[in-house]
């Protein structure tokens, strides 16, 4: 079983930043593919950003050049470095993770965190 929690959001003003992190236990070792998801009110959720064991990176157009994905294997920490913060940004953010098979956003992802919200006031 893996265990994944969410913390650093907060309210910030556009064209802030903020580092999200998502600390995982547990059997987090094989973890090939960790992403971050993010879900507003009365939107879907919507996949922003894809680590691959640690090497590639994939990210959602509405993210690209703004926010960057990367990991800590020995802190088994995942981190979501977002900059240039926009109002739209707004949302609850989670991450997500997988041991096998398709590393994409519309993959099924087996463990989930609570979720972190993140607030951007113009």
């Known amino acids: 079983q893996v265990q994944l929690v969410e913390s650093g959001g907060g309210s910030v003003q556009a064209g802030g930043s903020l580092r999200l992190s998502c600390a995982a236990s547990?059997?987090?070792?094989?973890?090939?593919?960790m992403a971050w998801f993010r879900q507003a009110p009365g939107k879907e959720r919507e996949g922003i950003a894809i680590?691959?064991?640690?090497?590639?990176?994939i990210y959602a157009d509405s993210v690209k050049g703004r926010f960057t994905i990367s990991q800590d294997n020995v802190k088994n920490t995942l981190y979501l470095q977002m900059n240039s913060l926009k109002p739209e940004d707004t949302a609850m953010y989670y991450c997500?993770?997988?041991?096998?098979?398709?590393?994409?956003?519309?993959?099924?992802?087996?463990?989930w965190g609570q979720g972190t919200q993140v607030t951007v006031s113009s």
């Open positions: 547990g059997d987090s070792d094989s973890m090939d593919c």
């Open positions: 997500a993770a997988k041991h096998f098979g398709i590393c994409y956003f519309d993959a099924a992802f087996a463990y």
């Open positions: 680590g691959f064991r640690g090497e590639s990176t």
